[in-house]
Each structure stands twice: as structure tokens, then as C-alpha cells.
């Protein structure tokens, strides 16, 4: 029996399309999700743009936005992958989603919406009964899915985590199927936090330009099957690509700061190739971070200078999409997927002056034709979280 685990299905929802082949027609074409914020009032805000998902959620029996977003993508997933009705039903599945934010709104709507000081007790058991692990719980079961359901906050890196941990238990015989992925709803309390942290764009998200000045907050889910190589083959599904290998590391640096040299990050890349048993220069594009704040665009280009000495063609989609949050890197993921079965690579959109990154190629002015066999995700976050993903082609 071999190791191999494949991705059979994908799901997305983002700021720029809502379904695979929109998510990657914005990719290609530059279709930016950054608009004015819709859901609070931004008038007394020093910033007010923000990538929301503009389109109407299918009708759900869920808690909350992110739970909405997480289950739309679970839905395209499974359908994705041709699993569906008794199959799924009956198949163990190991439901893995990884979140920044969770559920905020039954906390945001009556600590800002109406003024209120203090959660009721009623208020705090919504807390209990829509906090962590309920996003993931309510997706497995709204999916009639049999099986754990397990909820990871990594912060910015939860996605990769999530399709680490789903690659893991396939390993390990847990589960027939894995759906995974992360998700996260457009916050107010993130908004507000990024805004004083100063750290927000005024309008445009520049990641690796000299004139960048800031992130923007988004929201989306993308959730992706997995299997074993042979499973799918054995039920005629198409391996869309290889989860080659996967690196997680942490840092304790500093809460919000990542290291200044990237120690974390670059562990996180250096694990990831070992586990896929590759060189750096088998890979041919590097999916980054890059938020587009000063110091961490700075930072991860001192990592990729470090783990690819030879150089690598890299961009950044949250040029366009902005930072989902907990969906960011499974999102992520979804645009190296899709690069392989491509052969093509997006560039850093808005990316006008790059900043001095040696003989790195960063990505620009258009979609480039490509022969690429591996693709690697980089994410970071919040708390010293770092995660790398290594895709193949099938």
C-alpha cells in the first residue's frame, strides 16, 4: 500500500468567484475583491475597503457566516470528487477545518451592534454552543457526513494545517475520505484590529512593491477532498494532484511579529521539501504569504532567498483576494492545485515596483505559461504558526 495522498475534489468561495473555474478566471484576469465594507457602518474608520464575498450564500440551517462559506465549499468539494449520497454517508470521513476567527457575530452584535457592555447568560452559552469546534461539526453534519470533525486555530496557516492533518490520518488508516480546508466570515473585530494595528491598505493590496502599505481583510472557505492514491483509482476519481509533502513549525518570537530572519517560516519550507523528498529547484513555483505589510513581505523573501538559493518564480494572490484569514492558505492551495493542471502561473497583481529579491522571479504583469511539477505554499500567522504545503502534478 502506498503513501501517496491525492486531491479528488475541490471547493471554493472567495472575493473573486465563487465556484473553481471563476475563482481561477479572477486569478488569471486580475478581478480584484476589494470594494467598500458592507455590514457595519466605516464612516468614523480610518479604512474602509474590504474583500467580502459579494454573492448570495445558499440557504443553510448553520450558526454563522463562516459556517455558511465553509459548508458552500464543502458542498462543491464533494461534488468535485463524485461523492455523494450513500457513499458519503456511509464512508468514514475525517473532517479537518482550520479558522482564524471562528463564529464572531453572536459576540460582535451585542458588544458593538447595540452598545451592550456585557454578554447576557444567555449570550455566553451561545459562546459555549458556537465556539470552537462547532464550525466543523455543523459542516459534518449538514454534509450527512460519518466521522470526526476537528477544528484548528493556526491563525493564518490553519488551512495548510488542516490539509496536513487530513493527509496524516489518511496515512494512519482513520478515515476512507478526508475534507478539509478552512474558512473564515468577514469579521468586524479583525477589521477593526488590523485597522489600529495600522497595518491596513487605504485601497490596494501592493504585496513585495516598494510603495505596499498594508493587508486588507477578506473572508472565504475552500475545502478540498482527499485520498489515498489507490482508493481513488479504485473508484475512478480523477487525482488531481499529489500532497507531496507538508511542513508545520512554531515560533514564540513574538505574538504578532514573526522573526525578523524567518527562522519559523523557513524551518516550515525546509520540512515540507524534506517530506516530499525534493530538491528546491524541482520547484517551480512558490504560492507566498505575502500580505503586503511592510515587514512580513520583507521577511519571506529573506526566507525564499534562503531555501531557494538558485531562485523561484513566486507570487501572491492576496493582491486580489486580500487576507481570508483562516482560509487564506487553503485557498491558497486551491491556485497551486489549479496551476498544475494549468500549466500556468498567476502573478502578484498591482505589483508595479518590485521590491530587491535577488534572483528570486517575482511574478508580474501576467498569467505565464509554465511547466510546473511542484508548487509550494507558504503561510504564516499570528502566534508564531508557520506552514508549508508541497503540491505535485499527477
Same mark, same amino acid.
Given at each position: 500500500?502506498?503513501?501517496?495522498?491525492?486531491?479528488?475534489?475541490?471547493?471554493?468561495?472567495?472575493? %473573486?468567484?465563487?465556484?473553481?473555474?471563476?475563482?481561477?478566471?479572477?486569478?488569471?484576469?486580475?478581478?480584484?475583491?476589494?470594494?467598500?465594507?458592507?455590514?457595519?457602518?466605516?464612516? *468614523?474608520?480610518?479604512?474602509?475597503?474590504?474583500?467580502?464575498?459579494?454573492? +448570495?450564500?445558499?440557504?443553510?440551517?448553520?450558526?454563522?457566516?463562516?459556517?455558511?462559506?465553509?459548508?458552500?465549499?464543502?458542498?462543491?468539494?464533494?461534488?468535485?470528487?463524485?461523492?455523494?449520497?450513500?457513499?458519503?454517508?456511509?464512508?468514514?470521513?475525517?473532517?479537518?477545518?482550520?479558522?482564524?476567527?471562528?463564529?464572531?457575530?453572536? %459576540? *460582535?452584535?451585542?458588544?458593538?451592534?447595540?452598545?451592550?457592555?456585557?454578554?447576557?447568560?444567555?449570550?455566553?452559552?451561545?459562546?459555549?454552543? $458556537?465556539?470552537?469546534?462547532?464550525?466543523?461539526?455543523?459542516?459534518?453534519?449538514?454534509?450527512?457526513?460519518?466521522?470526526?470533525?476537528?477544528?484548528? $486555530?493556526?491563525?493564518?496557516?490553519?488551512?495548510?494545517?488542516?490539509?496536513?492533518?487530513?493527509?496524516?490520518?489518511?496515512?494512519?488508516?482513520?478515515?476512507?475520505?478526508?475534507?478539509?480546508?478552512?474558512?473564515?466570515?468577514?469579521?468586524?473585530?479583525?477589521?477593526?484590529?488590523?485597522?489600529?494595528?495600522?497595518?491596513?491598505?487605504?485601497?490596494?493590496?501592493? +504585496?513585495?512593491?516598494?510603495?505596499?502599505?498594508?493587508?486588507?481583510?477578506?473572508?472565504?472557505?475552500?475545502?478540498?477532498?482527499?485520498?489515498?492514491?489507490?482508493?481513488?483509482?479504485?473508484?475512478?476519481?480523477?487525482?488531481?494532484?499529489?500532497?507531496?509533502?507538508?511542513?508545520?513549525?512554531?515560533?514564540? $518570537?513574538?505574538?504578532?511579529?514573526?522573526?525578523?530572519?524567518?527562522?519559523?517560516?523557513?524551518?516550515?519550507?525546509?520540512?515540507?521539501?524534506?517530506?516530499?523528498? %525534493?530538491?528546491?529547484?524541482?520547484?517551480?513555483?512558490?504560492?507566498?504569504?505575502?500580505?503586503?505589510?511592510?515587514?512580513?513581505?520583507? %521577511? *519571506?523573501?529573506?526566507?525564499?532567498?534562503?531555501?531557494?538559493?538558485?531562485?523561484?518564480?513566486?507570487?501572491?494572490?492576496?493582491?486580489?483576494?486580500?487576507?481570508?484569514?483562516?482560509?487564506?492558505?487553503?485557498?491558497?492551495?486551491?491556485?497551486?492545485?489549479?496551476?498544475?493542471?494549468?500549466?500556468?502561473?498567476?502573478?502578484?497583481?498591482?505589483?508595479?515596483? +518590485?521590491?530587491?529579491?535577488?534572483?528570486?522571479?517575482?511574478?508580474?504583469?501576467?498569467?505565464?505559461?509554465?511547466?510546473?511539477?511542484?508548487?509550494?505554499?507558504?503561510?504564516?500567522?499570528?502566534?508564531? $504558526?508557520?506552514?508549508?504545503?508541497?503540491?505535485?502534478?499527477?
Amino acid at each position: 500500500m502506498t503513501d501517496d495522498v491525492v486531491i479528488t475534489g475541490l471547493g471554493v468561495v472567495s472575493p %473573486i468567484g465563487c465556484d473553481e473555474r471563476s475563482y481561477w478566471e479572477g486569478l488569471c484576469g486580475g478581478r480584484c475583491g476589494a470594494a467598500e465594507v458592507e455590514g457595519f457602518d466605516t464612516s *468614523e474608520l480610518t479604512r474602509k475597503m474590504g474583500c467580502q464575498v459579494r454573492e +448570495p450564500v445558499p440557504a443553510e440551517r448553520v450558526s454563522g457566516r463562516a459556517t455558511e462559506l465553509a459548508l458552500w465549499a464543502g458542498r462543491q468539494a464533494l461534488a468535485s470528487a463524485g461523492i455523494g449520497g450513500e457513499e458519503a454517508a456511509s464512508a468514514r470521513c475525517s473532517l479537518v477545518l482550520g479558522t482564524t476567527m471562528g463564529e464572531t457575530e453572536f %459576540i *460582535e452584535g451585542p458588544l458593538f451592534g447595540r452598545g451592550q457592555a456585557e454578554l447576557s447568560a444567555d449570550q455566553m452559552l451561545e459562546v459555549v454552543r $458556537y465556539g470552537p469546534g462547532m464550525i466543523a461539526e455543523q459542516v459534518r453534519d449538514a454534509l450527512g457526513l460519518c466521522g470526526p470533525a476537528a477544528e484548528l $486555530y493556526g491563525a493564518c496557516a490553519a488551512g495548510n494545517m488542516a490539509l496536513a492533518m487530513g493527509r496524516q490520518h489518511l496515512r494512519e488508516g482513520r478515515c476512507d475520505f478526508a475534507l478539509v480546508g478552512g474558512a473564515d466570515g468577514f469579521s468586524f473585530l479583525a477589521f477593526v484590529g488590523f485597522m489600529r494595528a495600522r497595518i491596513m491598505a487605504a485601497e490596494k493590496v501592493r +504585496p513585495f512593491d516598494v510603495n505596499r502599505d498594508g493587508m486588507m481583510v477578506g473572508e472565504g472557505a475552500c475545502m478540498m477532498v482527499l485520498e489515498r492514491a489507490e482508493t481513488a483509482q479504485a473508484r475512478g476519481a480523477q487525482a488531481r494532484c499529489l500532497v507531496a509533502g507538508c511542513g508545520i513549525s512554531a515560533e514564540s $518570537y513574538h505574538p504578532t511579529r514573526p522573526d525578523p530572519e524567518g527562522r519559523g517560516l523557513s524551518q516550515a519550507i525546509r520540512l515540507a521539501l524534506e517530506d516530499a523528498g %525534493i530538491s528546491p529547484e524541482e520547484v517551480d513555483y512558490v504560492n507566498a504569504h505575502g500580505t503586503g505589510t511592510p515587514h512580513n513581505d520583507e %521577511i *519571506e523573501v529573506k526566507v525564499l532567498m534562503s531555501c531557494f538559493p538558485k531562485g523561484v518564480p513566486f507570487s501572491s494572490t492576496k493582491a486580489v483576494m486580500g487576507h481570508t484569514m483562516g482560509a487564506a492558505s487553503a485557498l491558497e492551495a486551491a491556485c497551486c492545485l489549479l496551476s498544475l493542471e494549468e500549466q500556468k502561473l498567476v502573478p502578484t497583481w498591482h505589483l508595479s515596483e +518590485p521590491m530587491e529579491t535577488g534572483v528570486l522571479e517575482p511574478l508580474m504583469g501576467g498569467v505565464r505559461e509554465a511547466k510546473c511539477r511542484y508548487a509550494l505554499n507558504n503561510s504564516a500567522g499570528f502566534g508564531g $504558526y508557520n506552514s508549508a504545503v508541497v503540491l505535485g502534478a499527477s
